[in-house]
């Protein structure tokens, strides 16, 4: 599963605009092994990377929605799949999210897990 560049653009200017910019890994290498860490250490305020655990919830969230076809390779961005999904949907019980609405979600959620690890302020 991949998040469209424009979508992966908007969930780190997310990020960004929750003054969580300074934890986000540098580069491929260091988000595998921050998110080895992670894995291996809940919570790990040396592993935290507000971005990464943005988009696992994303995904995660994307499975739940739309079942696990969503991970095909010819699958859309999860995002761009909740966009048309708001746009489409009939269903009176439904929210309507749209793919900034999850971003938002993930992005708000990253900023407590960091106030919560005390990690505001001491950026990896």
Do not use: V, Y
């Not at 780190?12 to 605009?17: K, L, S």
């Not at 988000?31 to 507000?50: G, H, R, V």
């Amino acid at each position: 599963m991949k998040i469209c560049d424009n979508h992966w653009k908007a969930l780190r200017a997310a990020i960004e605009e929750r003054g969580l910019a300074g934890f986000i890994s540098k580069d491929a290498e260091a988000a595998i092994q921050n998110l080895t860490a992670a894995f291996q250490d809940s919570p790990n305020k040396d592993a935290f990377d507000p971005l990464m655990q943005a988009s696992f919830a994303i995904w995660g969230n994307a499975i739940q929605a739309f079942g696990i076809e969503i991970i095909a390779a010819n699958a859309p961005c999860p995002l761009c799949a909740m966009d048309n999904h708001a746009m489409e949907c009939k269903d009176a019980n439904c929210n309507n999210e749209s793919g900034s609405d999850w971003i938002k979600f993930a992005a708000d959620d990253q900023l407590e897990n960091a106030r919560e690890m005390g990690l505001l302020g001491e950026p990896n």
